[in-house]
Each structure stands twice: as C-alpha cells, then as structure tokens.
Nanobody, 122 residues
C-alpha cells in the first residue's frame, strides 16, 4: 500500500501562483511515474502533468507554459508549480503514482491521493 498526501491548495486571484506538493509513503520499492490530475465541479478528472522517474515530463495543452512539474526521487515527492492561474484552473487537484511495493516487486499499481482544492477568483 502507498499513501499519497497532497498539500498547497488554496484561494488565489487570477494571475497568481500556487505550489502543490505530494508526498508518497509506504513500503515502496519504486515509483515509476507521478502526476497531477484535476477534477472541476461537474467535469471528469483530467490530466494536468506527469513526470517519469528519469525526469521526462508531459503536460496538458491547457497548462503548458504556466505549470511546471518536478520530483525528488529520493524523497518520493512530486511538486506542481502553478503560475498565471486562471479561473478555469479551479478544481480539486489529485496526485497519482504508479508504484511497485517491496512486498511484490513484479507488480505495479496506481495510487491516488485525497486531493487538494485550488480556487482561482476572477
């Protein structure tokens, strides 16, 4: 089992910035990919950004140039620096990890955090 805890959400005005963090814990052997997804009211959960264990990143078109994802492999953390925030960025942001446990090193599973709310005002 892997636990993911997000932090850093809050209320910010359009054009402002926030930094989200996610810390993974548990009997982890390896985390392959970590990422951020968001879910706005009435909408399906969508990709924001992902990063592999060797630092390859992927962003949705809506956040390219504004958001930056990073990770610290030694600490099993992933961050999302969000700049030039827009009202349409308002959502609950979820951390995701694809990880292998020490107890079963031949299997990998997908884990989700509880989410952190980001609200961007006009």
């Amino acid at each position: 089992q892997v636990q993911l805890v997000e932090s850093g959400g809050g209320l910010v005005q359009a054009g402002g910035s926030l930094r989200l963090s996610c810390a993974a814990s548990g009997s982890i052997f390896r985390i392959n990919t970590m990422g951020w997804y968001r879910e706005a009211p009435g909408k399906r959960r969508e990709l924001v950004a992902t990063i592999t264990s060797d630092g390859i990143t992927n962003y949705s078109d809506s956040v390219k140039g504004r958001f930056t994802i990073s990770r610290d492999n030694g600490k099993n953390t992933v961050n999302l620096q969000m700049n030039i925030l827009k009202p349409e960025d308002t959502a609950v942001y979820y951390c995701k990890a694809i990880a292998t446990l020490n107890t079963d090193r031949y299997s990998q599973f997908q884990y989700w955090g509880q989410g952190t709310l980001v609200t961007v005002s006009e």
